[in-house]
């Protein structure tokens, strides 16, 4: 069974930064594409970024050049380094992991930006 927990959501001002953290347990492997989403009220799940099967990174548009993923396989955590925030960062941010096929969810962490 694999587990998905986040950590690093809060309240921040509009230009400020936060780091999501994400530990998996579980028989977890490199090669598990694992990432994150995002939930904003009155909206649907969207993709934020992604680290890939083979290492590649991908990431919505509207986060390129001030998100961050980054995965460290050693611990099974993933990182989201959010700079610049906006208002319009505000949502739920779930952690994600598939594995064999499966997709995994963490419970998510709620990230609040004021303007």
């Known amino acids: 069974q694999v587990q998905l927990v986040e950590s690093g959501g809060g309240l921040v001002q509009a230009g400020g930064s936060l780091r999501l953290s994400c530990a998996a347990s579980?028989?977890?492997?490199?090669?598990?594409?694992m990432g994150w989403y995002r939930q904003a009220p009155g909206k649907q799940r969207e993709l934020v970024a992604l680290v890939a099967s083979g290492g590649s990174t991908n990431y919505a548009d509207s986060v390129k050049d001030r998100f961050t993923i980054s995965r460290d396989n050693a611990k099974n955590t993933v990182y989201l380094q959010m700079n610049t925030l906006e208002p319009e960062d505000t949502a739920i941010y779930y952690c994600y992991l598939n594995r064999y096929g499966m997709d995994y969810w963490g419970k998510g962490t709620l990230v609040t930006v004021s303007s």
């Open positions: 579980g028989r977890i492997f490199s090669g598990n594409p």
